[in-house]
T-cell receptor, first 112, second 111 residues
Framework: DQQVKQNSPSLSVQEGRISILNCDYT??????FLWYKKYPAEGPTFLIS?????DKNEDGRFTVFLNKSAKHLSLHIVPSQPGDSAVYFC???????????FGKGTKLTVNP | DVKVTQSSRYLVKRTGEKVFLECVQD?????MFWYRQDPGLGLRLIYF???????EKGDIPEGYSVSREKKERFSLILESASTNQTSMYLC??????????FGSGTRLTVV
C-alpha cells in the first residue's frame, strides 16, 4: 500500500514560470513532510519541510503548502530556473518514528 | 561540512557474489538507513539502524543483511547478488532531526 503518492511522473515548465509539484498521503499519523531534490548520479538533498501544525512554509523561491483535511501537499517553485530540473521526492514521517516514507518522485524539467 | 560517504560510486558484480556496500557518516548520528532507488518505484527502505548493533527491517529486506559494529559505519550486504538487485543504493543518516543526510549513492550492476 503506497502511503505517499506522487501521481505525476513528470512535469515540464518554462523558465520563469511557476512549477507546482503535488503529493498525496493516506496515513493520518504522518506529522512531518519533506521535499527532496535529486540530480542523476547524486544522493537526494533536502529542500524544504513542513510540520502538520502549519499550512505553509516558505524558503526563498520554494514554498510548501499542506492541506491536512485533503491529505495533500504541494511544492511551488517561483520562478522556475533550468537548474531546478531534477527529480523531486515527497516524504513523510509520523511522530515517534525516524523512518521516512517516500513517494515515487516527479521529474521536473525547466526549459530555457 | 557534514558528510555521509559511500565507499563506491559504481560497482559491477557477478551473480552469486557476496557484495558489501559501505557507508560512513561523520555527524555522530544515531540513525542510519539503506534505501534503493529504482525508476518508477522511488526510494524504498531496505534496513535501518537506530544504534550500534541494532537493526530493523525496512520494506524490502529480502536478500539483504546489514552490519553496524561502530556508530559511524553501516554496511549493507547482498548475501548472493542477483540481477534484480541491480539498482542505485543510497545510505542516509539522521539524529532525531526531521531530515536525512544522504550519501552520493552507489550504482550497483549485477551481471
Amino acid at each position: 500500500d503506497q502511503q505517499v503518492k506522487q501521481n505525476s511522473p513528470s512535469l515540464s515548465v518554462q523558465e520563469g514560470r511557476i512549477s507546482i509539484l503535488n503529493c498525496d498521503y493516506t496515513n493520518s499519523m504522518f506529522d512531518y513532510f519533506l521535499w527532496y531534490k535529486k540530480y542523476p548520479a547524486e544522493g537526494p538533498t533536502f529542500l524544504i519541510s513542513i510540520s502538520s501544525i502549519k499550512d505553509k512554509n516558505e524558503d526563498g523561491r520554494f514554498t510548501v503548502f499542506l492541506n491536512k483535511s485533503a491529505k495533500h501537499l504541494s511544492l511551488h517553485i517561483v520562478p522556475s530556473q533550468p537548474g531546478d530540473s531534477a527529480v523531486y521526492f515527497c516524504a513523510a514521517k509520523r511522530g515517534g518514528s525516524e523512518k521516512l516514507v517516500f513517494g515515487k518522485g516527479t521529474k521536473l524539467t525547466v526549459n530555457p | 561540512d557534514v558528510k555521509v560517504t559511500q565507499s563506491s560510486r559504481y560497482l559491477v558484480k557477478r551473480t552469486g557474489e557476496k557484495v558489501f556496500l559501505e557507508c560512513v557518516q561523520d555527524m555522530d548520528h544515531e540513525n542510519m538507513f539503506w534505501y534503493r532507488q529504482d525508476p518508477g518505484l522511488g526510494l524504498r527502505l531496505i534496513y535501518f539502524s537506530y544504534d550500534v548493533k541494532m537493526k530493523e527491517k525496512g520494506d524490502i529486506p529480502e536478500g539483504y543483511s546489514v552490519s553496524r559494529e561502530k556508530k559511524e559505519r553501516f554496511s549493507l550486504i547482498l548475501e548472493s547478488a542477483s540481477t534484480n538487485q541491480t539498482s542505485m543504493y543510497l545510505c542516509a543518516s539522521n539524529m532525531g532531526s526531521y531530515g536525512y543526510t544522504f550519501g552520493s549513492g552507489t550504482r550497483l550492476t549485477v551481471v
